[in-house]
Nanobody
Framework: VQLQASGGGLVQPGGSLRLSCPAT???????????VEWHRQVSGKPREWVAR???????SYGDSAKGRFTISRDTAKKTVYLQMNSLEPEDTAVYYC???????WGQGTQVTVSS
């Protein structure tokens, strides 16, 4: 199973991005049962938890994401998304997805918020 986050890029403050994280090689019945998280990391700083969607569909968010970010999952596509609105320069980081159980991390995608 491989995770590859995508959808990052350069955006102006106040803009939006949607990140995707497909679980390549995972069968649908397994994807249905896992929890998926988004984390982010600024170089030289600890990795920060951003959002989580559980296997039952319930979601939770870190303080930095509340009210601006939305996590969702498409089981048919075995993909988790992170819709990010009202982006701020402080959101600049590499964003990673993670699956549990198994503590499987994917390759990150760079998000840069700058004018």
């Amino acid at each position: 199973v491989q995770l590859q986050a995508s959808g990052g890029g350069l955006v102006q403050p106040g803009g939006s991005l949607r990140l995707s994280c497909p679980a390549t090689g995972m069968v649908t019945s397994v994807f249905w049962a896992v929890d998926v998280e988004w984390h982010r990391q600024v170089s030289g700083k600890p990795r920060e938890w951003v959002a989580r969607v559980l296997s039952d569909g319930s979601t939770s968010y870190g303080d930095s994401a509340k009210g601006r970010f939305t996590i969702s999952r498409d089981t048919a596509k075995k993909t988790v998304y992170l819709q990010m609105n009202s982006l701020e320069p402080e959101d600049t980081a590499v964003y990673y997805c993670r699956i549990n159980p198994g503590d499987l991390w994917g390759q990150g995608t760079q998000v840069t918020v700058s004018s």
